[in-house]
């Protein structure tokens, strides 16, 4: 670094040597603003007009270093994100902005996915876990069951639908994302009453399209009670039906429920002589919803109640 006291040269250094020339030793650089004030560069401008062209050129440089210098000492003391020193007023506005929403669009985010329009699960009730419901002569729901639930997936198969026949407990619940989710089941081989025939049909309805299971039920219910001449057995919808657990594990887009086809003990003949028949209903009351029939809208005292999973303990 040259003394401070030089005078100006006549010679010519490199301009950085030059602007710190003229500088007085009682203003250190130790900052570019202070080595280029405003008043330094108003001295440039004045001091230059009657000196030569190559010291014009000297002059340019210096002026252009000058602004440059005070334009980053600006930029310095105005950084985004901390507060302003320089228009204090304008803080709040970049504070406030920042809060605003981002964009909900994310470019390259993965779209939500849909369930395989051609995937269909049937739950053989109680198969590969334990008997369900057993009659005094050894005849067991879980039979009743899985007999059903694989002709159902014969007919949904026929018809052109990709059907996984499903234990009770099955891995593959986990997560199980289809077009639709259906548990067969068979009531009590006790005698209760009169009244203990028929079936039932439960839900849940806190699933992301609680419409689409409100038409599968009503599909169900429609096309089954049509086909086997069964009645609906609406009074005894039991907590085990309506927080069915598997309703719980299937991804919330399956739309789900569960089906008791009949009791075993008034309903017995048709359920052991004509399971055809108790699959056909059931089949076809998968396949009014899959096909978007129209049959109305159960409500919950039509046999159907709404449940939620959470109430599964
Ligand atoms: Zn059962």
Redesign the pocket.
Known sequence: MEPAAQPEPTADPAPTQNMQSDQSPSQPASHPAQAHSPRRILDLIWSTPNKPARKGMLFHLEVVFAVAAVLATLFTAWTPGRPNTLFPSLTATNSSLALQPTPTFLPGAPTPTLPNPNLVGIVA??WKNDS??VCSDGLK?VDL?LNIATQVQKILTREGYQVELLQEFDERLTGFHAAALVSI??DSCEFINNEATGYKVAAAFATRYPERTASLTSCLRARYGAITGLPVHSTSVTPDMTSYHAFGEINENTPAAIIETGFMNLDRTILTQEPDRIAEGVAAGILCYLRGESVGIATPESNVTETSPAAIP
């Open positions: 009730g109680h369900g419901a729901e069951n089941h068979n």
